[in-house]
């Protein structure tokens, strides 16, 4: 099981930091991934990172904006979204699987998912 949290209002240029905490199962293997879903228009894929490895992957209108993590301890995988503007208005989702290898951008790789978060960016 995911719970998503951490969404809110910001103002354009601003910060959030979304953290997604797993239950049942921990993130040492597998991937672990958030994806958004903007009014109108279908989830995309916004950043992965593979449990063993820590590799990270990001789509490009986020790369050097956000930045994703696995906090062990707490065993969440958390996204720290700076600069945000209009274009990341969206609800956000995490999601994970224990497949060892993955097409990490199609949604249809991970079978497990949290309920959405709304972010929002004010001008």
């Known amino acids: 099981q995911l719970q998503a949290s951490g969404g809110g209002l910001v103002q354009s240029g601003g910060a959030l930091r979304l953290s997604c905490a797993a239950s049942g199962f921990t993130l040492d293997d597998g991937y672990m991934a958030w994806f958004r879903q903007a009014p109108g228009k279908e989830r995309e894929p916004v950043s992965c990172i593979s449990g063993r490895r820590r590799t990270t992957y990001y789509t490009e209108t986020v790369k050097g904006r956000f930045v994703i993590s696995i906090d062990a301890v707490k065993n969440t995988v958390d996204l720290q979204m700076n600069n945000l503007n209009a274009e990341d208005v969206a609800v956000y989702y995490c999601?994970?699987?224990?497949?060892?290898?993955?097409?990490?951008?199609?949604?249809?790789?991970?079978?497990?998912w949290g309920q959405g978060t709304q972010v929002t960016v004010s001008s």
């Open positions: 999601a994970a699987t224990r497949s060892s290898k993955i097409l990490w951008g199609m949604s249809q790789e991970y079978e497990y």
